[in-house]
């Protein structure tokens, strides 16, 4: 098993920065992707950003302000938002696919992200 933790959610205005961090413990995989997703209020959970192998990837919305990064040796998955919007608040989850897998299957609790205009 795979535990996911989240933090770094909070309450910041439009423009401002925030710095989610994912540590994932319990079985360790030398080779994985991980994610992050999110779900606003009365929407579908959404893909954000994707980290695997050094290789990123980014859902339109969030290119040129959000910049996934990930720590192999601390098992730590980041993602740096800048130029938060109203539009970025969610519940933010990190996910971890494991080698072989096609899907997600890990995932974390949540952290809280609230943009004020």
């Known amino acids: 098993q795979v535990q996911l933790v989240e933090s770094g959610g909070g309450l910041v205005q439009a423009g401002g920065s925030l710095r989610l961090s994912c540590v994932a413990s319990g079985r360790t995989f030398t080779r994985y992707a991980m994610g992050w997703f999110r779900q606003a209020p009365g929407k579908e959970r959404e893909f954000v950003a994707r980290?695997?192998?050094?290789?990123?990837y980014y859902v339109d919305s969030v290119k040129g302000r959000f910049t996934v990064s990930g720590d192999n040796a601390k098992n730590t998955l980041y993602l740096q938002m800048n130029g938060l919007k109203p539009e970025d608040t969610a519940v933010y989850y990190c996910?971890?696919?494991?080698?072989?897998?096609?899907?997600?299957?890990?995932w974390g609790q949540g952290t809280q992200v609230a943009v004020s205009s």
């Open positions: 996910a971890l696919q494991p080698p072989g897998s096609v899907s997600y299957v890990y």
């Open positions: 980290w695997s192998g050094g290789a990123t």
